[in-house]
């Protein structure tokens, strides 16, 4: 099982997850062109796609998936409340396969055990997801407000994770944003703060965990080190331990063995 990020941020994300031959596609922010030059930095072509997952309807999620998924057949998982507000997306004439999912149930999509779970974010029907080959499982958590018992218990016992770290509240405060989209980034509904975070992480069982990235990282109010600094504090581990997905150059493969 491995899995790799084509770019993580406000300005658009896709995740890749492989088991076998079986490759899902977590969001589509990007678009057709530049997702295709993104998975071929990945040795991936659209073909070899099983399937794409949308997490909510938010452009930099779901801003490309349709028109792609149109273009080269691939079938999309996505919450009700997701389809309904990601509308405006789908071609006019389309013969889209487009699979409506339960936020509590676990899908098996050919190789994979898709495990969606409900995550409390400013959409209409936003999840967020584990992947499991049965025998490993990878855990991911972004664009969500704050943490819940049961996003702690879905995420224990990863071998993997690909956690939010989307901002520094001292950064966030002092920046350039207004006012307004500050109390939207930071309240309930918005993204997490490094230090909430770690303290997610420091909830969870982690003693299977392989991989750790930070994930959705804010480009005015956060950076990289800051991010690397409150999860290794958490974990005890060295900075270089823990990997970020970046905006531009994603992140390359990681194996879950």
Known sequence: MRFASLGSGSAG?????????????????????????????????????????????????????????????????????????????????????????????????????????????????????????????????????????????????????MLECNHDAEMLKNGPYSRMLKQRVGGDLGHLENSDSAKLLSKLDNSQLQHIVAAHLSAKNNTPLLAKTALADILGCEHAWIGVADQSLGLDWRVIR
């Open 13 to 161: 994300n896709s995740l890749v997850v492989e088991v076998k031959q079986t490759r899902l596609m977590l969001d589509c922010g990007f678009s057709i062109k530049e997702v295709t030059s993104r998975l071929k930095r990945l040795s991936l072509t659209p073909e070899e796609l099983t399937g794409i997952v949308i997490t909510h309807e938010h452009d930099d999620h779901a801003g490309g998936a349709f028109k792609f998924a149109a273009k080269f057949d691939i079938p999309i998982w996505l919450t009700y409340g997701t389809l309904k507000m990601a509308e405006r997306y789908i071609p006019s004439q389309h013969s889209l396969q487009l699979n409506v999912i339960d936020s509590h149930s676990t899908v098996e999509i050919s190789d994979i055990q898709l495990q969606p779970y409900p995550v409390p974010h400013d959409a209409r029907e936003p999840i967020q997801c584990c992947f499991s080959d049965g025998n490993f499982r990878l855990g991911v958590l972004t664009d969500v407000g704050k943490s819940t018992p049961h996003i702690e218990e879905r995420l224990s016992g990863c071998h993997a994770l």
